[in-house]
């Protein structure tokens, strides 16, 4: 169990301190509340003595007493009824607060990793439920802790009665609880302020009086009162009236009750000695005609007078142990317990039993009678059937087992007393059996999570919201990232559940958020029925609902959703339009680059531009860097990709949905922010963007949606996630809430986080995970630039070995600037070769090689520049070119890379985005027929 305020001797000294009632008369009272405190109230918190007396054995031998604690009762007061009493119970669990949980590192034991877990070194919730426990227990008859020993009575100087203060006191009648007799309990009447010395004999004594001031403020505790109250109690006490009230209670207690309470022991100490006496040879008799029988073999019907001699050894041991008399009073339990035994009063017995093992604890705590506490706990459950007393004996017990290291005992013992019949009691002892786990000396991570989940439920079960959540969060931490996906779930449903009741919005959504985010386990799905997750999606959606519209900030934007999975890495980037289509059928765009496309061959693209910028623009091949239009995860991207302004950028990202139900995506637009250029000025909208519409992500489906960004204007476009809304089909919503309204639509975003390939090139680099930069989705975006389109006519699919033909091209500039240069690099040079119309060809070119002159380079070249008329085309115009194809000789399919460069006009700056066209030539050559070569 966890820590207590209390150690076990103070709270067993607690749990039976003698009680002293009080009958105050109304003018009394009636003072006192001027402080907001009845009389009793008002002296409460003082009665703990903090000197050291002493008390008189039935010997003579006087015994030292510290720390004497008396309760003062108003005589009236009625324990309260059990449903009453329950009320009281549950009230005083949820009211009072707890402290901050602390980091406690559990170590690795066996297969088991070393654990860093939150726990409450402290419960005290289970402090304040086990001392209202105790004080709203009804006296019994077979004990007398709960029974008065002594009376009191209390007037005020002001009271309007005729006679002396004295006469109004002592015209008080006397009361005690029930089961008290008055030649146990004698009146006293201390309280007085005026009362004079008078004769012991008939059980008064005198006590200095109580002056009461009104003015300066000092505050005192009040017990069992409700939290949150705004009244100030004690408020019209000055410090000497405390100091007075201090020294009243240690003078009633000097003067008054230790020597009542010897008087009384001696008297019962001569009752008993002479009544064993005479009872002694009746007793042994008794015993060997009866047997020695064990508690389950008969039910408890004996009944004792008040005077009967077991009572009155069983009172003596209690008086005896109220004031700490604690060897004595195991010699008298002892007693009383073979009495009991042979009587087969089992009730009687159990306790005699419980007393006896904790008086040796108090006198001996290294050596005492377990067995004790053990056979007693049984026989109220099992034979008694009086649960009260079998729990109060469990909250005893396992305090002296905590004492003495045994943790795991202690356990067992809070185990017993979970049942059915009270989910708040199940809920305490339960928590109480997991922290013995957690604390004893070998500790037991697992069995504190399963005990501490019990707790969560019953503490549900008994309207407990705040504590099953509590218990719940600490259970978790054990469960969690071990891959017991179904607990896990579990937990997380149910943190949901109470934090949603408990109007927490916050902490709900980020339970049910765990629950159905499938980020780290993508299996999860397989493990819950299709119903259940559509039960967790739908208390998600409707707390994320909720939260949105009550505590989000919308000045931050859209809050994250778990739900679809976003593959970031698969995310790429197309920069340009694609080409325009011809308005004729017979013409086809050159096929550029697009997101339909099989992926293309890289390395042999990189090496013809490669040769294009060492060719004209006379750069190192060592510090050349491929110009990326299309960015994937394959492609090098540590360097900001460039795209020039009102030419659009088309991002995919790979939505998935892992769960086996669909889901609803809608309004899905891409999150991004844009800085302008140094020294342009912010426009309203810099940056035009689409909106994919709604669809239907399938279960178990994955989705590629495109969305698109047009700059307007120069600088920088940093996209950094996608906002989209989500709800349930409209049918599966209907279908689990058993409503036909129109299902609840969320909306939220989820950031795109992209990383370059692994680096392992340092040693830190190799012992760690660092990554390169990955800039695909940082545009910047420049000037506006020219645009080239190209158009070929009826490319011929299917060609015979060596045949030779050609097609018509079109090359047009459809951008607002001019193009100064036209390149072109083919791959394979023997076997295509453009030619500009009306220009004249060389002598050596591809139609006129001989089979023997092909593979001669010299002749032919991978690199042509394409003249251009006026050394420009100008926006809107258009260039007529030729295009001839030399299958090869041999059958086979054949594939050739066309890279069109070209530079547009009037453009400066230090940075400028290389511009080229990508065209990939394929078709078949197949053997000619003998038909064919006639």
């Known amino acids: 169990m966890a820590q207590c305020k209390l150690s076990p001797h103070e709270y067993i000294q607690n749990a039976f301190a003698p009680q002293v009632a009080i009958l105050c008369s109304e003018d009394a009272d009636n003072l006192c509340l001027k402080n907001n405190l009845r009389f009793v109230e008002l ?38 009824q059990p449903t009453l009493g329950k009320k009281l119970l549950s009230e005083v669990v949820s009211s009072t607060p707890w402290d901050r949980p602390v980091t406690r590192t559990i170590g690795a034991s066996g297969t088991r990793e070393a654990l860093d877990l939150e726990l409450q070194q402290t419960t005290p919730w289970f402090e304040t439920w086990r001392d209202t426990f105790l004080h709203v227990q009804y006296p019994s008859d077979h004990e007398f802790t709960k029974h008065y020993i002594a009376s009191g009575a209390s007037s005020s100087e002001t009271s309007s009665g005729t006679g002396t203060p004295r006469e109004d006191v002592s015209g008080l009648p006397s009361r005690v609880s029930e089961g008290d007799t008055t030649d146990n309990t004698e009146p006293i009447h201390p309280l007085s302020p005026t009362l004079h010395p008078v004769d012991e004999k008939n059980g008064t004594y005198d006590m200095p009086g109580v002056e009461i001031s009104s003015d300066v403020p000092v505050m005192v505790n009040r017990p069992n009162m409700v939290v949150g109250t705004a009244q100030h109690h004690g408020g019209c006490l000055t410090s000497s009236d405390v100091d007075r009230i201090r020294i009243f209670i240690h003078e009633f207690c000097v003067r008054s009750l230790i020597p009542h309470v010897e008087k009384q022991i001696r008297y019962l100490n001569e009752v008993v000695t002479n009544r064993s006496r005479s009872k002694s040879l009746l007793s042994a008799t008794r015993r060997w005609l009866v047997g020695n029988k064990s508690p389950g ?35 008298y339990y002892h007693t009383a317990k073979n009495d009991f035994k042979s009587d087969q009063a089992w009730l009687y017995f159990a306790g005699a039993q419980e007393m006896a093992a904790l008086a040796a604890f108090m006198q001996n705590s290294s050596d005492y009678p377990k067995r004790y506490l053990e056979n007693s706990l049984q026989t109220y459950l099992n034979v008694c059937k009086v649960y009260n007393f079998a729990i109060r004996s469990t909250l005893l017990s396992t305090e002296v087992l905590k004492h003495c290291g045994e943790f795991g005992e202690a356990a067992m013992m809070f185990i017993k007393l979970t049942s ?20 004893s000396q070998r500790p037991l991570p697992r069995k504190y999570a399963f005990h501490m989940t019990l707790a969560g439920h019953r503490f549900s079960k008994a309207g407990q919201r705040s504590h099953s959540l509590r218990a719940y969060k600490q259970a978790f931490q054990v469960y969690a990232a071990h891959g017991w996906v179904l607990a896990e779930d579990h937990i997380h449903f149910t943190l949901g559940k109470q934090a949603h009741h408990l109007k927490q919005l916050t902490e709900g959504l980020e339970a049910y958020t765990n629950l159905v985010d499938q980020k780290l386990k993508k299996n999860a799905s397989s493990q819950q029925s299709p119903s259940q997750q559509i039960t967790y999606i739908r208390e998600f959606i409707n707390i994320f609902h909720q939260y949105t519209e009550q505590e989000w900030n919308s000045s931050n934007g859209a809050p994250c959703l778990p739900l679809p999975l976003i593959e970031s890495q698969a995310t790429r980037v197309l920069l340009g339009a694609p080409q325009d289509s011809p308005t004729s059928q017979d013409w086809i765009p050159a096929s550029h680059l697009s997101l339909d496309a099989p992926p293309a061959n890289n390395a042999r693209w990189f090496a013809l531009e490669r040769e294009v910028i060492e060719a004209f623009h006379s750069l190192n091949s060592m510090t050349f ?82 969305l698109e960004l047009i700059p307007s204007a120069p600088g920088r476009i940093l996209v950094k996630g996608v906002i989209y809304k989500l709800s349930l089909p409209s049918d599966a919503s209907a279908a689990s809430s058993g409503s036909c309204s129109a299902p ?75 193009i100064s240069k036209l390149k072109l690099a ?31 380079s010299r002749i032919t070249n991978r690199l042509t520049s394409l003249p251009l008329e006026n050394g420009t085309i100008n ?19 054949f594939e050739v890379e066309l890279l069109f460069y070209y530079d547009s006009a009037g453009v400066v700056g230090k940075k400028k985005a290389v511009q080229m066209i990508e065209h990939n030539l394929t078709g078949t050559v197949r053997k000619q027929s003998p038909q064919a070569q006639l």
């Open 625 to 706: 860097k491929p110009n990326l239009q299309l960015l994937t995860n394959d492609t090098p991207n540590t360097d900001s990709p460039v795209v020039p302004v009102n030419e659009p950028v088309l991002v995919e990202i790979i939505m998935i949905n892992p769960l086996s139900l669909n889901l609803v995506i809608s309004d899905v637009r891409l999150v991004f922010t844009f800085e302008p250029a140094e020294g342009d000025e912010p426009s309203d909208a810099p940056v035009k963007h689409s909106i994919h519409t709604e669809f239907v992500l399938a279960a178990g489906a994955q989705e590629p949606v495109r």
């Open 744 to 818: 609840v639509v969320i909306e939220g975003q989820q950031k795109i986080e992209v990383k370059g390939p692994r680096l392992n090139n340092t040693s830190t680099e190799k012992c760690s995970a660092v990554y390169a930069n990955d800039k695909r989705l940082d545009i910047t975006v420049l000037p506006p630039m020219s645009r080239l389109s190209v158009s070929f006519h009826d490319i011929p699919q299917i060609m015979s070995c060596g045949e030779l033909c050609s097609t018509d091209a079109v090359i047009t500039n459809i951008g607002p600037c001019p």
């Open 43 to 80: 002296i409460q918190p003082f009665c703990r003595l903090n000197s050291e007396i002493r008390i008189a054995d039935p010997a003579g031998s006087t015994v030292p007493i510290r720390n004497l604690r008396v309760v003062f009762e108003d005589m009236n007061r009625r324990p309260p």
């Open 875 to 893: 926006s809107g115009e258009s260039i007529q070119a030729k295009l001839w194809l030399h299958a090869p000789m041999s059958p086979g399919a």
């Open 826 to 856: 083919v791959s394979y040079p023997n076997h295509v070769y453009m030619e500009i119309k009306d220009i004249s060809l060389p002598k050596k070119h591809v139609c006129v090689l001989r089979e023997n002159e092909a593979a001669d």
């Open 297 to 331: 073999s008969a039910t408890n019907s004996v009944i004792y007078s008040s005077e009967a001699t077991e009572l009155q050894t069983r009172r003596l041991g209690d008086l005896c142990f109220m004031f700490g008399l604690y060897e004595v009073a195991y010699s």
């Open 420 to 439: 059915e019949e009270s989910d708040l009691l199940s809920a305490l002892m339960l928590e109480q059996a997991a922290h013995c786990f957690i604390n």
